[in-house]
Structure formats: structure tokens, C-alpha cells
């Protein structure tokens, strides 16, 4: 009996746990998380402090899981160059006017920035030094 109500107990738990925490993509049946998103909690901040230094380039032709026509913050860390944190932009009004021209450009700018990211709705098949995440800036200059 006491491995009969364990065995139920632990069922149900993960059905709560899956169902709770996941939507379907309407359009693919997709599951996705519903913690996701540039409108969703903060995962971690970086702040001004932290002096990164980037490029920041206008995506408009990769079209892989939705990042076409989207601004692209590309970090590659000091003593790791295999890697690389990618970040795309929420809030694009704070982007000053030398950042948004490069929609008609197509050149890659170095920037020192900050802000709060937030965690992406799909999962980038990359390798485990890759990350892949949406930034809504609180502060941004060109280098």
C-alpha cells in the first residue's frame, strides 16, 4: 500500500511540474517555458560596473528561431574565446542613433553596455559554452 501511494504521489507531482510550467506553441505544439521572454522576470543583471565590451550587429538574414530583423549584442569572454554570449536586444529605443543605422549598414559596432537578462522561450541546439539570451539594455555606448 505505503509503495502504491508513493508511486501515485510521484506521478501526480510530475504532471503538476509539467503542466504547470510549460505551454504548447500553438502554431508547432512546441512546449516552451512560460518563465520566457523579454517581458518575463530578470535572470541575472549586468551591470555598468562590469565594463563589458561587445559588438552589436542588426540580424536580417539569420532566420533561425526567430532572430531575423532583430539587434544582436555578441560577447566573447577575455580568457575564453570558444566563449561566446549572445544577446538580443528587447528594448531597441534606447539604442543610440549609430546603432540603429545599422539596419541600412550591415557593419558590427564595438559597445560597452548593461542591463538585465532574460531568459529565451526556445532552447539554441550550441555547444555548452554558448549562450543564447534576451538583454533589455539600461545602458549602452558605442567604443
Do not use: W
Amino acid at each position: 500500500m505505503f509503495k502504491r501511494t508513493c508511486l501515485i504521489t510521484m506521478l501526480l507531482t510530475l504532471f503538476y511540474l509539467f503542466s504547470s510550467s510549460c505551454k504548447k506553441n500553438g502554431e508547432t505544439n512546441e512546449i516552451i517555458p512560460t518563465n520566457c521572454g523579454c517581458d518575463n522576470p530578470i535572470r541575472t543583471t549586468i551591470t555598468d560596473s562590469s565594463n563589458l565590451i561587445a559588438t552589436i550587429e542588426y540580424n536580417k538574414y539569420y532566420n533561425d528561431y526567430n532572430f531575423k530583423n532583430k539587434f544582436t549584442i555578441v560577447y566573447v569572454e577575455r580568457n575564453c574565446s570558444n566563449c561566446v554570449h549572445t544577446m538580443f536586444i528587447c528594448n531597441e529605443a534606447i539604442l543610440p542613433q549609430q546603432v540603429l543605422d545599422l539596419k541600412r549598414t550591415n557593419q558590427i559596432l564595438r559597445v560597452k553596455f548593461a542591463g538585465h537578462l532574460k531568459p529565451l522561450c526556445i532552447k539554441v541546439p550550441s555547444p555548452a559554452d554558448y549562450t543564447y539570451e534576451n538583454i533589455t539594455l539600461t545602458n549602452i555606448a558605442v567604443q
